[in-house]
Nanobody, 123 residues
Framework: QVQLAESGGGLVQSGGSLRLSCAAS????????MGWFRQAPGKEREFVSS????????YYADSVKGRFTISRDSVKNTLNLQMNSLKPEDTAVYYC????????????????WGQGTQVTVSS
C-alpha cells in the first residue's frame, strides 16, 4: 500500500504560479511511476503530467506543456508540480497518483491516489 497526500493548492491570479507537492508513504520502495491528474467540476479526470520511476522520462498534456514542470525526489519520497503562467482553465482539483513505472497517461492504470488539492485561478 502507498499513501499519498497532496499540498500546495490555493487561489492565485491568472499568470501566477503555484507549486504542488505530494508526499508518499508506505511501500515506497516499489518502482512506481507518478502522475498528476486534475478534475474540474462537471468534467472527467484528465492527465496533466507524469514521471517515470527513475525520473528520466517526463510527459505533459499539451495544455500545460511549457508551463508546468514535474519532478520527484526519491530520497524524500515526494512528487512536485511547478505550475507557472496559470490560466483560469487550470482551475480544478489536482490529484497525485502512483502507478506503472513507465508513467502512464491513463488514470485507470494508477493504483494509488491522493485526496486531491484545489487549485483556483482567477481571471
Amino acid at each position: 500500500q502507498v499513501q499519498l497526500a497532496e499540498s500546495g493548492g490555493g487561489l492565485v491570479q491568472s499568470g501566477g504560479s503555484l507549486r504542488l507537492s505530494c508526499a508518499a508513504s508506505g511501500r515506497t520502495f516499489s518502482p512506481y511511476g507518478m502522475g498528476w491528474f486534475r478534475q474540474a467540476p462537471g468534467k472527467e479526470r484528465e492527465f496533466v503530467s507524469s514521471i517515470s520511476w527513475s525520473g528520466g522520462s517526463t510527459y505533459y498534456a499539451d495544455s500545460v506543456k511549457g508551463r508546468f514542470t514535474i519532478s520527484r525526489d526519491s530520497v524524500k519520497n515526494t512528487l512536485n508540480l511547478q505550475m507557472n503562467s496559470l490560466k483560469p482553465e487550470d482551475t480544478a482539483v489536482y490529484y497525485c497518483a502512483a502507478g506503472p513505472a513507465y508513467a502512464s497517461r491513463w488514470p485507470g492504470e494508477y493504483n494509488y491516489w491522493g485526496q486531491g488539492t484545489q487549485v483556483t485561478v482567477s481571471s
